[in-house]
């Protein structure tokens, strides 16, 4: 079993930056892939970015290619989002999940998931 904790959201203005970060605990945590996802209102969860248990691959929706790094201190046990130039369409509650996915893209392949932090971007 694997606990994870999100933290780091907040209240902030088009083109800042947050940056999230995800505490894991539990047996072997850090063999797990890990992603980010994101739900607005009203709308489904949507995936972010992914890494590998190594941490030597990397993958991000479009939409925040360039703005978004996702990265891992597996001696600390945590995965975070670095979050830059944020907009108001990023504004969502972000959860972080882990798993070995074979489709990382899609939410159901991961097995645990944190409780959400809110991020909410003003324009």
């Known amino acids: 079993q694997v606990q994870l904790v999100e933290s780091g959201g907040g209240l902030v203005q088009a083109g800042g930056s947050l940056r999230l970060s995800c505490t894991a605990s539990g047996r072997t945590s850090s063999s797990y892939d890990m992603g980010w996802f994101r739900q607005a209102p009203g709308k489904e969860r949507a995936f972010v970015a992914h890494?590998?248990?190594?941490?030597?691959?990397?993958y991000y929706v479009d939409s925040v290619k360039g703005r978004f790094t996702i990265s891992r201190d597996n001696s600390r046990n945590t995965v975070y989002l670095q979050m830059n130039n944020l907009k108001p369409e990023d504004t969502a509650v972000y959860y972080c999940?882990?798993?070995?996915?074979?489709?990382?893209?899609?939410?159901?392949?991961?097995?645990?998931w944190g409780q959400g932090t809110q991020v909410t971007v003003s324009s």
């Open positions: 999940a882990a798993g070995r996915p074979n489709r990382i893209v899609i939410s159901t392949e991961y097995d645990y």
């Open positions: 890494i590998r248990w190594s941490g030597g691959s990397t």
